[in-house]
């Protein structure tokens, strides 16, 4: 039975994947834009401490290895569907006006998103693509990836290993605090020549970002992110 | 391209490696909870002197090391009058039980320093914020703040309450936003004044509380008589703490220093003086461990029950004690931690009573 239930996901992935009018490529994400607004002034931490919380601007990051895979369905020759599983990542650091002036100390996490998009290119004939996309972008997780991390350490005269970056303990703790899963509501514009194309998107959380809502600490209220993401198509059905 | 996709993944997978836990190092506070004169003659006082000494690597409890052969007395000189102190006895007891406390924190207008003496103060805002919330529910606590000659004090939210978390954020504005410097002393006085009175009216327990949290004003300008209100807070059977967390040195005005000193001892309070000897990196967000260890247990000093050293000591003086003064004295503890031996001093204060 499971044999055959395993057979039956290997075809129906085979027939999606090798479907007429689907296009699959890699997504990689370098740079981002984002903005975390809190309800409060001030964020009450664990350890009875509090930093200054939000300063309602937007921010500019380089997300590290921001990367995944897209898979394209061309409905029409105009119209697209797309869907995604990508491991972002989300940085924060400025938003903590308290952190910014000291060093390194970021406010940063991966998720996996898993958008789902419907698009219009406009000029599907042309040399350079212009299109417009929009979405659900589902996302799930908060990772703490080694690859962003600004821990440091000493060897103490025990020749033990020892981390004088207290703040790991804030930074986990605000992490702690955001929902395991919320949505966000996606708008991009996308300019595309051969198989690569430039896109900016424009992501707001439309679902709840607290995991609780404490009413004596400040809670997150509103996400925005301003992502660039670079595709490039590595298997496309239709040129084929 | 197959392979450019395989190194994506893997180093995806790589990242997502978990961040090892941070180490955090050994640490101990030593305070004392009350002093108390046995006995004294002209030259001669014998003096009850309560301490603490609480281990991190005994889950903050009284350190496990025997310290009597590690005790060593000062000597020491004010003007022209020798101190010698001499240690009689030492054992460990348990402090009788106070019952349920209302206690209130005064605070003034931000942190009282000037900016680059940051480091000595890191961990006030931390340090009342946990004292209030390992305080409650079983007690109520307060928080005030020294305001303005027009209106010397102003009581935060409720007064007294049993929900820490009303505090939270007035104090991190009180904190972030406070000033560093003060020269006015004015208020303070009409503040403890009316806090007393306060105090009076809405404690529910009999066992009241008060911690100054103040320091370093430039000038210090007497409205009120002091030993009037060092009186007034002795009737009231009100019990004055002194958390000193920057230098004696660093006091920009000695007699505000001993008015807190002398209101302290007399009403027989906890005093504890932020030890110099512990390093941290407040650049990298760490936090003065000792001061936040001695603040969580405070409560249960206050409230009683608390399991403390006691010790004997007599204090010999070339000069003559004075009746209604306070004199203070200090001694060496050798530690050992984790890591290095350790002197502490440990100062204490004890008041010669008529």
Redesign the interface.
């Known amino acids: 039975m499971r044999k055959f239930l395993i057979i039956l996901l290997l075809i129906v992935i085979r027939q999606i994947v090798f479907a007429q009018k689907t296009e699959i490529g ?1 997504i990689y994400s370098p740079i981002l834009v984002s903005k975390l607004t809190f309800d ?3 964020i ?1 931490f664990n ?4 930093l ?1 919380a939000g300063d309602n601007k937007f921010h500019a990051y380089f997300t ?2 921001s ?1 995944g ?1 897209f898979y394209k369905y061309k409905h029409t020759k105009n119209l697209f569907f797309q869907t995604e599983l990508d ?1 972002f990542g989300n940085n924060f650091g400025s938003q903590i006006p308290d952190w910014a002036s ?2 390194e ?1 970021n406010f940063t996490y ?1 998720s996996i998103d898993i958008p789902l998009i419907c698009g219009y290119t406009f000029n599907p004939g042309g040399k350079y693509k212009l299109k417009i996309y929009g979405g659900l972008n589902n996302k799930f997780g908060k ?7 600004t ?1 440091s350490y000493t060897i ?3 020749m ?11 930074k986990k703790e605000l992490i702690k605090k955001i929902n395991f899963y919320y949505l966000n509501i996606v708008g991009a514009i996308g300019i595309s020549r051969f198989a690569t194309s430039v896109d900016f998107r424009l992501e707001k959380n439309i679902t709840n970002l607290n995991k609780t809502k404490n ?4 809670n997150f209220k509103d996400l925005f992110l301003i992502r660039l993401c670079l595709c490039h198509t ?1 298997h496309n059905k239709i040129q084929n | ?1 197959k392979y ?2 395989i190194i ?1 993944f893997l ?2 997978i ?7 836990d ?4 050994n640490y101990f506070s030593c305070g004392v909870i009350s002093t108390e004169l046995l006995s004294h003659t002209l030259t001669q006082a014998v003096v009850k002197v309560r301490f603490f000494v609480l281990d991190k690597s005994n889950n903050g409890e009284l350190i496990r090391q025997n310290i009597l052969n590690n005790i060593t007395p000062i000597s020491s000189s004010a003007g022209n009058s020798q101190y010698t102190a001499t240690f009689d006895s030492l054992k460990t007891i348990t402090t009788p039980n106070k019952g349920n406390s209302s206690t209130a924190v005064l605070i003034s207008d931000g942190l009282d320093q000037t900016i680059n003496m940051e480091d000595y103060v890191n961990g006030i ?3 009342v ?2 004292f209030l ?1 390992s305080s409650v529910p079983n007690n109520e606590v307060l928080l005030a703040k020294v305001s303005n000659n027009n209106k010397p004090i102003e009581i935060i939210n409720n007064g007294y309450t049993r929900n820490a ?2 505090f ?2 007035k ?3 009180i ?2 936003n406070g000033n560093y410097t003060a020269t006015d002393t004015l208020p303070l006085l009409d503040a403890i004044d009316s806090l007393i009175d306060y105090m009076n009216v809405k404690s529910t327990y009999s066992n009241k509380n008060l911690i100054i949290l103040y320091s370093r004003r430039v000038s210090f300008l007497q409205n009120l008589n002091l030993n009037t209100l060092i009186n007034k807070a002795k009737q009231s059977n009100i019990t004055c703490h002194f958390i000193e967390l920057s230098p004696t040195y660093t006091w920009e005005n000695n007699a505000l220093r001993t008015f807190i000193v002398n209101l302290n001892t007399i009403t027989n309070g906890v005093y504890f003086e932020k030890n110099l000897y512990s390093t941290y ?1 407040y ?5 003065p461990m000792e001061v ?1 260890q001695f603040s969580g247990k405070l409560s249960n000093m206050l409230v009683g029950n608390f399991q403390c050293f006691e010790s004997i000591w007599t204090i010999n003086t070339t000069s003559t004690f004075n009746i209604g003064s306070v004199y203070t004295t200090s001694f060496v503890l050798k530690l050992s931690t ?3 031996q350790k002197d502490i001093d440990i100062p204490f204060h004890y008041y010669i009573n008529p």
């Open positions: 890699i409060e002034n001030y009450i350890d009875y401490t509090s200054t590290g290895i990367t895979v491991f000291s060093r100390k991966s990772f703490i990836t080694a690859f962003y991390s821990l103490n005269d025990n033990n290993q020892e981390y004088y970056y207290a703040d790991i303990s804030r009413n004596y600490n400040a590595i | 391209m450019f996709i994506i180093i995806i790589v990242s997502c490696k978990k961040q090892e941070q180490l955090v190092k805002e931390p340090t914020r946990k919330h978390n009303e939270d954020l104090l991190a504005d904190y972030k990196y650049d990298d967000g760490e936090l936040l984790n890591y290095e």
